[in-house]
């Protein structure tokens, strides 16, 4: 684990203090990666930050997640998706927040501060702070506390 927080560290746009990235995380254009403190990135998970990717402190990302920060372009009916390229988008997850094992966090996502995203989510959207979400698509279950 040292050896991947080492890694992150000097590959990441920034990394901050104790970092756990666990075995078979699989993270793209770490130059575009910003995590703050206290982060830990358990297996199986797929990050992409192309498109910027922004993980502030003390936030768990359970095993199998993904989190993407671009998404193709499909609007032309004359041409095959996998053709039109990708759009970029900016994905936040704020402080104190805590993803479910299996979530899906889409590009342009922005989870804000104490939220907690249910196992097995699609999330695509803004997320407020202090609530609880999930299903596919995430929707409102309930406030914290």
Not at 5 to 27: E, H, P, Q, R, W
Not at 80 to 97: C, H
């Amino acid at each position: 684990m040292f050896v991947r927080y080492v890694c992150v560290k000097n590959c990441a746009k920034t990394c901050g203090d104790n970092v756990a990235i666990f075995s078979n995380v699989y993270l793209f254009n770490m130059q575009n990666l910003e995590l703050g403190d206290n982060v830990s990135i358990h297996p199986m998970c797929y990050i992409d930050a192309s498109g910027g990717i922004q993980i502030g402190n003390d936030v768990s990302i359970a095993h199998a997640c993904t989190i993407l920060s671009e998404e193709h372009i499909y609007t032309a009916l004359d041409r095959n998706i996998k053709d039109q390229g990708v759009r970029l988008k900016a994905t936040t997850v704020s402080n104190n927040v805590w993803v479910g094992a299996g979530a899906r966090i889409l590009a342009g996502c922005y989870l804000e501060e104490g939220s907690i995203i249910a196992s097995g989510a699609v999330v695509k959207n803004k997320v407020k702070g202090n609530t609880i979400v999930g299903g596919v698509p995430a929707k409102f279950i309930k406030e914290r506390g």
